[in-house]
T-cell receptor, first 119, second 113 residues
Framework: AQKITQTQPGMFVQEKEAVTLDCTYD???????LFWYKQPSSGEMIFLIY??????QNATEGRYSLNFQKARKSANLVISASQLGDSAMYFC????????????????FGKGTKLSVIP | GAGVSQTPSNKVTEKGKYVELRCDPI?????LYWYRQSLGQGPEFLIY????????DSGLPNDRFFAVRPEGSVSTLKIQRTERGDSAVYLC???????????FGPGTRLTVL
């Protein structure tokens, strides 16, 4: 089974509107972390936001917020007031807890969502 | 301060050749990761170093792949007898400790002809 599922290969959003990028995850660990990265056409992975499994409040970073629904195992990224520079690939990733043994700290990525912001 | 740097940015080689890809992490970061990103996919984990030792190499696809980090800073990913299927972008990331945000380098695009 996929550990990270991003069901939207591509999304379009009008400039200045909000957009939600979906991410669901699968883990049996109690302690884990969820990340969102942005990858523009230049190729570099840019960290956006982090949510720990024990964090009670949804993470926010500027225009980015993470809609964390633990029971549903979803960690959707919300981008408010979209800008043209937001056009990029967006990857959801998970780091499973230290109790899982070998490979504890690697990130497992989804296949990504390509966001296009329309002027 | 300087971010993670990777050299070369592009490498074209012929099938069967040996290649080395270098990663220079952020100064003071003890954890270093290598990932491989094929076209249209998310990055896939290869190997993780904590200091000088490879703490987890479970993602290396086969014994043609090897990585070292002799002084706990710069790391080199080595690929022997390259195959066309090795063509991908190889990403390096570092973090101050394990479990924290990983900072990625710009990647090395490897093309095997």
């Amino acid at each position: 089974a996929q550990k990270i599922t991003q069901t939207q290969p591509g999304m379009f959003v009008q400039e200045k509107e909000a957009v939600t990028l979906d991410c669901t995850y699968d883990t049996s660990d109690q302690s884990y972390g969820l990340f969102w990265y942005k990858q523009p056409s230049s190729g570099e992975m840019i960290f956006l936001i982090y949510q720990g499994s024990y964090d009670e409040q949804n993470a926010t970073e500027g225009r980015y917020s993470l809609n964390f629904q633990k029971a549903r195992k979803s960690a959707n990224l919300v981008i408010s007031a979209s800008q043209l520079g937001d056009s990029a690939m967006y990857f959801c990733a998970m780091r499973e807890g230290p109790s899982s043994g070998a490979g504890s700290y690697q990130l497992t990525f989804g296949k990504g969502t390509k966001l296009s912001v329309i002027p | 301060g300087a971010g993670v740097s990777q050299t070369p940015s592009n490498k074209v080689t012929e099938k069967g050749k040996y290649v080395e890809l270098r990663c220079d992490p952020i100064s003071g970061h003890t954890a270093l990761y290598w990932y491989r990103q094929s076209l249209g996919q998310g990055p896939e984990f290869l190997i993780y170093f904590q200091g000088t030792g490879a703490a987890d190499d479970s993602g290396l696809p086969n014994d043609r792949f090897f990585a070292v980090r002799p002084e706990g800073s710069v790391s080199t990913l080595k690929i022997q007898r390259t195959e066309r299927g090795d063509s991908a972008v190889y990403l390096c990331a570092s973090s101050p400790t394990t479990g924290n945000e990983q900072f990625f380098g710009p990647g090395t695009r490897l093309t095997v002809l």
